[in-house]
């Protein structure tokens, strides 16, 4: 019966998230039901002292990575750069290989720090004007999209500064930067096969005498005369990189593994403050470098971004909170279940999977899957069994590093689903349904899942990471 109730909880909040509803007002619900109906004495205990607790500690540790990002990349969106990167390359890779254009400029802007859902805003116009002149299917974009900004660039490649490649530092105690030729590997099978995939679906449906299509939205035309300088547009996104891979490595030589702040250095204490620099850093390394990297968009587009400064900024801040909130409902729900008695019913059963990796991967892809969020999934997986992954980690002489890359991997796995915000979002606004394109975006998904236990073989044959 225990293990019923912690299922029913699942399912009732990926119903949720399915139908559209506010994963910040049901996570709440789906994890407080499961209590009452287990305990019901423990509900408001619970609430206070397990559910916002986590919540509260993910808002503390994680919140200033979303709104640094969600403001860069509106600053990025606002001065014209991310369109002067999309005409850059459609120029130098060509209008023939539209697959691999959109592939390359999702992925520079999402590894240069740019939200996925700005991504998707600032790259349609482009993509869209690309595939109608190339009469390519526009059905077929979405997943070009999704190849782009959903899979290497989000938790693969090291040095990522997408929040799936930052939440697991803080439980392994390692960096951004973890298990760099795993990453690297794994980021260029992802690509390779995503591209062969698409161009397979290419040249099937274009044989067939199917056309662009028609757009069922006005599609506002693209000015590409007045645009700045490409490789102006590109530093920001190079120096959120730079400076990530720097401050990884010199915040460690400055503070040392921890650093203490007492009464002498701020009179106003009344208990000192300690802080461990293993389980900050890869998060502080991120958040210098989206300050760096805001600072020079203000500099070097001062002129365009100056008139609708404030009322962009108060539209990333509004989209950060968000963002933020739905996966810390995750994440303090994960918490919940985790002190169920069905949870150890849960907990048990996954153990029956010897190897720590395949176990991890299975775990943090399925609860991703079902909650259609990647950080969400991982989220409530590291804040239920995170100590059991370390545990059979070190029992069997496994890095951290490993772990913390096959992790941020298997939550881009099978997030994707039909209820995922982001493919929700990416069908709207490129005006396709999810029976004209999920195909597709599916077949990425697949793809990237199946990687994720390809890059667990290379690892146990060669030993790198």
């Known amino acids: 019966m225990s293990f019923l109730i912690v299922l029913a909880a699942l399912a009732f ?19 407080l039901g499961a209590v009452l109906l287990t305990d019901p004495s423990a509900v408001a205990p619970v609430f206070s002292g397990i559910f916002m607790e986590k919540m509260v500690g993910f808002i503390k540790l994680y919140f200033p990575v979303f709104l640094l990002g969600a403001v860069f990349g509106k600053l990025i969106e606002m001065s014209g750069f991310s369109q002067s990167i999309v005409a850059a390359a459609i120029r130098y890779i060509g209008r023939t290989r539209a697959n691999a254009v959109i592939v390359a400029v999702c992925g520079a802007l999402t590894y240069g720090g740019v939200s996925l859902f700005v991504v998707v805003f600032a790259v349609y116009p482009f993509a869209a004007e690309l595939y109608r002149q190339s009469n390519i299917p526009k059905r077929l974009m979405p997943g070009a ?11 693969t490649l090291p040095g990522t500064p997408q929040i799936q490649n930052i939440i697991p530092t803080t439980f392994f105690h390692t960096t951004g930067w973890a298990a760099p030729w795993l990453g690297t590997i794994g980021a260029i099978l992802t690509i390779v096969f995503g591209l062969m995939y698409l161009e397979w679906r290419r040249r099937s449906v274009m044989a067939t005498g199917e056309g662009y299509g028609v757009d069922t939205q006005p599609l506002a035309k693209v000015d590409v005369n007045n645009l700045p300088s490409p490789l102006l547009s590109v530093a920001p996104l190079v120096l959120v990189g730079v400076a990530n891979f720097l401050l990884t490595h010199w915040i460690p030589r400055w503070y040392g593994d921890s650093h203490l702040i007492t009464s002498a250095e701020l009179p106003g204490l009344h208990d000192p403050v300690t802080t461990s620099i293993k389980s900050v ?24 971004i100056k008139d609708g400064f404030a009322e962009g900024t108060k539209g990333a801040v509004g989209g950060a909170l968000l963002a933020a909130m739905n996966t810390a409902s995750e994440y303090g729900f994960g918490g919940v279940i985790a002190a169920l008695p069905g949870f150890i019913v849960v907990r048990d059963a996954l153990r029956s999977v010897p190897d720590p990796l395949v176990n991890a991967a299975v775990s943090v892809t399925t609860l991703a899957g079902i909650t259609g969020s990647a950080s969400g999934g991982m989220s409530i997986a590291l804040a239920a069994m995170s100590d059991s992954f370390i545990a059979a980690a070190n029992a069997a002489h496994i890095p951290l590093e490993v772990m913390h890359r096959i992790v941020a991997m298997a939550s881009g796995g099978m997030d994707t689903l039909p209820h995922n915000g982001a493919v929700i979002t990416l069908l709207a606004v490129t005006g396709l349904t999810h029976k004209q394109s999920y195909r597709d975006i599916f077949g990425i998904t697949i793809i990237k899942t199946v990687i994720v236990f390809m890059v667990i073989g290379v690892y146990y044959l060669t030993g790198l990471v």
Not at 146 to 151: E, Q, R
Not at 281 to 297: D, K, P, R, Y
């Open 13 to 31: 909040l990926m119903l949720a998230a399915y139908r559209g509803y506010s994963v910040i007002l049901f996570a709440p619900v789906a994890a």
């Open 145 to 155: 999209i999704a190849l782009g900004a959903f899979t290497a660039t989000m938790d």
């Open 281 to 304: 850093v890869g998060i502080w390394a991120v958040e210098g470098a989206l300050l760096l990297g805001i600072l020079l968009v203000c500099i070097t587009a001062f002129k365009r």
